[in-house]
Nanobody, 115 residues
Framework: QVQLVESGGGLVQPGGSLRLSCAAS????????LGWYRQSPGKQREQVATITGGDSINYADSVKGRFTISRDNAKNTVTLQMNSLKPEDTAVYYC?????????WGQGTQVTVSS
């Protein structure tokens, strides 16, 4: 079992920045695909960014050039740096870990972009 705990959400003005962190425990996740997803009220959960064990990265088109995902295998963490935030980035952000058919989710952290 893998437990994922997100932190770093909050309220920020448009154009601002936030840094989300996800700490994994229970197993070493060096080989896992780690990712961030988000869900807004009335919408389906969508992929924001993923990073493989080999550091191959994918971003949703809506966040390219503004968000950066990174991982620290020594600390068993994955981070999402979010810059130039827009109101449409408002959502609950979830950390995700996948390895050989097993998938784990964090409890989510709220990000609100509003003036």
């Amino acid at each position: 079992q893998v437990q994922l705990v997100e932190s770093g959400g909050g309220l920020v003005q448009p154009g601002g920045s936030l840094r989300l962190s996800c700490a994994a425990s229970g197993r070493i996740v060096s080989f896992y695909v780690l990712g961030w997803y988000r869900q807004s009220p009335g919408k389906q959960r969508e992929q924001v960014a993923t990073i493989t064990g080999g550091d191959s990265i994918n971003y949703a088109d809506s966040v390219k050039g503004r968000f950066t995902i990174s991982r620290d295998n020594a600390k068993n963490t994955v981070t999402l740096q979010m810059n130039s935030l827009k109101p449409e980035d408002t959502a609950v952000y979830y950390c995700n870990a996948v390895w050989k058919g097993s998938e784990y989710w964090g409890q989510g952290t709220q990000v609100t972009v509003s003036s």
